[in-house]
């Protein structure tokens, strides 16, 4: 009984984690922008990988597993942003515009004149 | 279940991986780098979950920590040109 409950949990945490990742990774592909690219790999960085090591930590039950599993995601949650903040002033610095929409995408695409 | 990670895991190393080879400046190709260093951390563990031996979580370890030192050495390399380069330090001299 209480294995069948860690495997559901087990389950549901690394398939989250997994969805979150393609989520991610997808992002980086579509984004725009080098500074919106990075903040689409956050998510992959925080949940994605997360939760797929909180899930093999319910696995791994109360083990020196567990604790190396729990300074890897502590290491991970620590330096990914230290990463992403050194890249993104790099990259504004070496002279990245960051692309903005002049205006509002939603106004734009309205054809005037037609409201009668 | 292990296996579904890999696959998801894989096929989000693949896409960043497309990212990287596509990326039109440097930065791009190293945000989809450490999007790599951290999916390959993900493999390893579950690879040794999957085969049950947890061991490969050393090698996880290091890559974690070769990932933030491989980013900022290939960052201050494109900014600098030379890894033991004193940063900004020299240059605010200069300006003085």
Known sequence: MLDLVRD????????????FLVIGAIGLNRMPDVFTRMHATSVSDTFGAGLMLVGMMVQGGFSLVTAKLLFLLLFLWF???????????????????????????VDAEVPKGDEQ | MFFAGLLAVLAGIGLAAA????????FDRLVAANSIGTGAILLLALLGFASGRPEFLDIGLVYALLNLVGTFAVLKFFRY???GHEGLEEEEEERA
């Open chain 2, 19 to 26: 990212r990287a080879l596509r990326g039109p400046t440097t």
């Open chain 1, 8 to 19: 559901v949990v087990s389950w549901v945490l690394i398939g989250g984690g997994g969805i």
């Open chain 1, 79 to 105: 330096t990914a942003p230290v990463a992403t903040h050194a890249l993104a002033r790099a990259a504004l610095l070496a002279g990245c515009k960051p692309a903005v929409v002049e205006e509002s995408p």
């Open chain 2, 81 to 83: 040109g030379a890894l």
